[in-house]
C-alpha cells in the first residue's frame, strides 16, 4: 500500500475532514479558516521512493515513509501551526512551529523571495485539530 493510499484509509473516517485523491497525492482540506491544507506527494525515483508533505506553501522532502507520516499525523492533530507572515494582505513567508515542552519552537521556514515589502506586515497562526494531538496541548 502507498502512503498515499495509508493516509486516504487513515482520514476516511474521520468526522470533519474533506480530502482530494490524486493518482500520487493526497490533499486534506482544513476544517476552517484557522487551520491550513496538508498535501503529500509520493514519487518514485532511481531505487526509492521520496515523499513531499506541505503545509499551505510550507513544504518539505522526506526520504523515509514514515518521517513524512509523522509530519503529516503533527500536522493535523495540532502539533504543529504555521506562522504565516503576510504584508499588504499576501502571504510571503511560511514557518512551522512545533510545540514541545510547552514552548513552541521553530521547525523550519520557506520565504517567498519577491514579495511586497511596503504593505502593512500581519501573522497569522494557523493550526489544524483534526486528530487528538500526539502530545499534551497547551
Not at 14 to 23: A, I, Q, W
Not at 24 to 50: K, L, M
Not at 77 to 92: C, E, H, I, N
Request: proline share 4%.
Amino acid at each position: 500500500m502507498s502512503l498515499v493510499q495509508e493516509l486516504e484509509v487513515r482520514v476516511r473516517d474521520l468526522p470533519n475532514v474533506r480530502y482530494t485523491l490524486g493518482r500520487d497525492s493526497i490533499t486534506i482540506v482544513p476544517e476552517d479558516r484557522g487551520g491550513f491544507t496538508i498535501s503529500v506527494r509520493e514519487s518514485a525515483g532511481p531505487g526509492r521512493r521520496r515523499y513531499r508533505v506541505e503545509f499551505n506553501r510550507w513544504h518539505a522532502a522526506f526520504e523515509t515513509r514514515s518521517d513524512a507520516l509523522d509530519c503529516v499525523a503533527a500536522g493535523l492533530s495540532g502539533d504543529y501551526r504555521l506562522r504565516v507572515m503576510q504584508r499588504g494582505g499576501r502571504p510571503f513567508r511560511w514557518t512551522l512551529e512545533g510545540y514541545e515542552d510547552g514552548l513552541w519552537r521553530v521547525a523550519s521556514t520557506v520565504t517567498r523571495p519577491l514579495h511586497r515589502f511596503w504593505g502593512a506586515r500581519e501573522i497569522l497562526y494557523l493550526k489544524n485539530r483534526l486528530t487528538r494531538p500526539i502530545k499534551d496541548d497547551a
